[in-house]
C-alpha cells in the first residue's frame, strides 16, 4: 500500500487520511461500539462548544477530570426518566427511594469513569474501556441506565423496608448498580455482535 496521495504513484509524501488520524492511531482499535483508546491513553478529545474538537495529552488528573465529566454527562442525562419518575413513584412512604438513587446514580458514574480511564478492566470481555457514542449505542445506554436504575432504586429501597435498616438499602443498592454497570462493557460487545 501506497503512502502517496494519488493511487499508483509513491512520491514519499504522506496520504491525507493516514496523516490527519495522527501517525496511524486509529481510534477504532478493539471491539466494535468500544473506546478501547481512551483506556489505554492520557489522549483525550474534546468538545469547545463552537463546533470544533480539539485533543491533547493529559496527567492523571486530567485524564480523570475528563473522563468524570463525560461519563456524569451521558449517565445524568440519559437517567432524567428516571429522576422524573421517582416523585410520583406508586410506591406509598418509600424508604430511602431517593437515597438508594443517590447512590445508585453515583456508583454508575464512578464505575463508568473506572472503566473509561483503564482503572478497572470490564469482567467478561478482553477488551478494556467503556462504550462508543454511537447512536445505536445511545438507545442501549437509555434503557439499560434508566432500568438498572430503576432496579437499584426499587430494590434498595425494599431491602431498607424489610430490614428496617436505611443502609443495607444503600449496600443493595450500590451492589446492583455496580454490578450493572461493570457488565455494561460486555452488553455492548453482544449488542454490537447482534446489530452489526
Do not use: C
Request: aromatic share 8%; glycine share 14%.
Amino acid at each position: 500500500m501506497s503512502d502517496s496521495t494519488q493511487p499508483g504513484r509513491d512520491n514519499g509524501l504522506p496520504n491525507r487520511t493516514r496523516a490527519h488520524r495522527g501517525g496511524g492511531r486509529s481510534p477504532r482499535r478493539g471491539p466494535p461500539g468500544r473506546e478501547t483508546s481512551a483506556a489505554t491513553s492520557n489522549y483525550r478529545r474534546e468538545f469547545l462548544a463552537i463546533g470544533n474538537r480539539t485533543g491533547s495529552q493529559k496527567g492523571q488528573i486530567g485524564v480523570l477530570l475528563a473522563d468524570i465529566g463525560r461519563i456524569t454527562a451521558e449517565v445524568g442525562i440519559l437517567t432524567l426518566p428516571v429522576m422524573l419518575y421517582l416523585p410520583v413513584a406508586p410506591v406509598r412512604e418509600p424508604p430511602a427511594l431517593f437515597e438508594t438513587w443517590i447512590v445508585a446514580l453515583l456508583t454508575m458514574i464512578v464505575g463508568g469513569t473506572l472503566l473509561r480511564s483503564g482503572w478497572i478492566s470490564p469482567p467478561f470481555t478482553n477488551a478494556p474501556g467503556w462504550a462508543r457514542l454511537f447512536p445505536t449505542l445511545l438507545v442501549l445506554r437509555l434503557l439499560y441506565f434508566n432500568g438498572t436504575l430503576l432496579v437499584a432504586v426499587h430494590s434498595g429501597s425494599v431491602v431498607a423496608g424489610q430490614t428496617g435498616m436505611v443502609g443495607a438499602g444503600l449496600l443493595w443498592s450500590l451492589g446492583v448498580s455496580g454490578t450493572a454497570t461493570l457488565l455494561f462493557p460486555r452488553v455492548v460487545d453482544t449488542w454490537m455482535a447482534g446489530t452489526g
